[in-house]
């Protein structure tokens, strides 16, 4: 249990398509995604294969974020799935396992997401804005796919991340 190193690219269970997690509780697994994604500044989500479990769980908390309108607190689901989604909109993302660029993504402005809690309850999130993008970017995490595959281009898309330098004297 605790905080692990969250993955990048180019390591293979990022890529993989994530296995379901059925009934079984893992409350080891919930606890290492919320504990590892609190300690990772700025993260508003997390998914298990990000921190080497390629099984479908995310951990998701968008409290706070300046571009938050809707939220639903601390949220973790366990084989979540998009059951309805509209609108589209891009928009800049940036990935902790793709830490030095942030890509213009397409995605759905609402979206409607089923699956399950870690105490087995049935759940269906209904949401927009940053928070349906951040259930959307996760979830595809359990799919295998990171931002740099929604780009349209990687020459017009994708893009350095600015690191802050404190200013000189």
Do not use: W
């Amino acid at each position: 249990m605790g905080i692990h190193p969250v993955l990048r690219i180019p390591e293979r269970v990022l890529k993989r398509t994530a296995v379901a997690m059925g009934d079984a509780p893992d409350d080891e697994l919930v606890a290492d995604l919320i504990d590892t994604m609190r300690a990772s500044p700025g993260c508003v989500g997390l998914a298990a294969p990000q921190i080497g479990v390629s099984r479908r769980a995310l951990a998701l908390d968008v409290t706070g974020h300046p571009k938050t309108k809707r939220c639903h607190g601390l949220v973790v689901v366990f084989d979540p799935v998009v059951v309805e989604s509209s609108g589209r909109e891009v928009g800049r993302e940036g990935c902790m396992s793709v830490p030095d660029l942030t890509a213009n993504v397409a995605r759905a402005k609402r979206v409607v997401v089923h699956g399950r809690s870690p105490e087995g309850e049935v759940l269906a999130i209904e949401t927009d804005g940053f928070e349906a993008r951040a259930f959307q970017h996760e979830i595809d995490h359990l799919d295998g796919l990171l931002i740099l595959d929604r780009v349209s281009s990687l020459a017009t898309d994708v893009f350095r991340r600015k690191v802050y330098q404190e200013p000189r004297g």
